[in-house]
């Protein structure tokens, strides 16, 4: 089960990648008044998933469980922050036309990747307690 979630954490980091690269390329972080994203918050976001995805790999490797329950810890505020994106995109996904040159940067996301990178992060997430929990073996 642990290689399982590493491989969810992988497809959801990979979503995760894209839109951070289409937050900063279309200037999420040099319109900040615009973004309904602070900076702090898309960071500390990928921040903490990062982090919390080595000690998953690390975790796979040495089969250590401390380090399964520190990534299971790292992801429940890795969760809520993007949770929290993911209602403050909401509107902005409401409300944007085909033609808003003017959109926040966030209003470019397609919708396809934020759902599927909301849908493997939960399945990470119930994954890692899983494997934590040492649910069906590790």
């Keep these: 089960m642990g290689i399982a979630a590493l491989i969810t954490w992988l497809i959801t980091a990979l979503g995760g990648f894209y839109l951070l690269f289409a937050w900063i390329s279309k200037g999420g972080p040099k319109k900040p008044s615009t973004s309904r994203f602070r900076p702090a918050l898309i960071f500390s976001h990928f921040a903490l998933a990062a982090i ?12 250590n469980d401390t380090l399964a329950w520190i ?26 036309t085909a033609a808003a040159a003017d959109a926040p940067a966030e ?18 997430v119930v994954l890692v307690l899983l494997t934590a929990l040492e649910v069906g073996g590790s």
């Design 107 to 124: 209003g470019h996301f397609p919708v396809a990747i934020v759902g599927g990178h909301g849908l493997f992060a939960v399945v990470t």
């Design 71 to 96: 990534a299971f810890v790292l992801l429940v505020p890795v969760a809520l922050l993007g949770l929290a994106m993911f209602r403050r995109w909401l509107p902005t996904y409401r409300t944007r």
């Design 52 to 63: 919390g995805l080595v000690l998953w790999i690390v975790y796979v490797i040495v089969d």
